[in-house]
T-cell receptor, first 112, second 111 residues
Framework: SQTIHQWPATLVQPVGSPLSLECTVE??????LYWYRQAAGRGLQLLFY??????ISSEVPQNLSASRPQDRQFILSSKKLLLSDSGFYLC???????????FGQGTRLTVV | RKEVEQDPGPFNVPEGATVAFNCTYS??????FFWYRQDCRKEPKLLMS???SGNEDGRFTAQLNRASQYISLLIRDSKLSDSATYLC????????????FGTGTRLTIIP
């Protein structure tokens, strides 16, 4: 069966520090991968998605970047965090187009 | 107009009651539709897919109305454990892997 791992679960970082969140999927090949952010009391905002190694689509201009160095690994990064980067970051995968998404447990990031 | 729009609620419903949510979407060519459930401070989890003919899973019924561009979720005999935020999700564009989420409808079942 397929599983998705996301870590860390919680992170407190100072403004201006770098960020690296990692997500890996097991039990499937060539998944579509996604990074979402959910601000407190808000909906999910799609940040990045990837249909293959090295292929990244960015949805909104922001202080973040994403990379997919391996088929089942998706990384969210920032060189310098802003207060506004605080939120609940969720990684997700889909098997193919028009199918449901499965989420990791999320990383709750607080920038102080 | 938002791509996917939901009534944010909150819906406060007594235990045992029936509750229904609607969700509208802007693109008539949208291909796939889902309902997700999100508990407080947790990740969203798939509740059910929504098929053109409508589908039922126990106390939950989902329907799609392509002509009016909305999907619905009906919960019968509501339980305390149904309290959560319900997210409407649409794959908006054919050939595009992007899933668009509504902001969610918050449901609280009252004992």
């Amino acid at each position: 069966s397929q599983t998705i791992h996301q870590w860390p679960a919680t992170l407190v970082q100072p403004v201006g520090s770098p960020l690296s969140l990692e997500c890996t999927v097991e039990g499937t090949s060539n998944p579509n991968l996604y990074w979402y952010r959910q601000a407190a009391g808000r909906g999910l905002q799609l940040l990045f998605y990837s249909v293959g190694i090295g292929q990244i689509s960015s949805e909104v201009p922001q202080n973040l970047s994403a990379s997919r160095p391996q088929d089942r690994q998706f990384i969210l990064s920032s060189k310098k965090l802003l207060l506004s980067d605080s939120g609940f970051y969720l990684c997700a995968w889909t098997a193919e187009m028009n199918t449901e998404a499965f989420f990791g447990q999320g990383t709750r990031l607080t920038v102080v | 107009r938002k791509e996917v729009e939901q009534d944010p609620g909150p819906f406060n419903v007594p235990e045992g009651a029936t509750v229904a949510f609607n969700c509208t979407y802007s693109n008539s060519a949208s291909q796939s539709f889902f309902w997700y459930r999100q508990d407080c401070r947790k990740e969203p989890k798939l509740l059910m897919s929504v098929y053109s003919s409508g589908n039922e899973d126990g106390r939950f019924t989902a329907q799609l109305n392509r002509a009016s561009q909305y999907i619905s979720l009906l919960i019968r005999d509501s339980k305390l454990s149904d309290s959560a935020t319900y997210l409407c999700v649409v794959n908006m564009y054919f050939g595009n892997e992007k899933l668009t989420f509504g902001t969610g409808t918050r449901l609280t079942i009252i004992p």
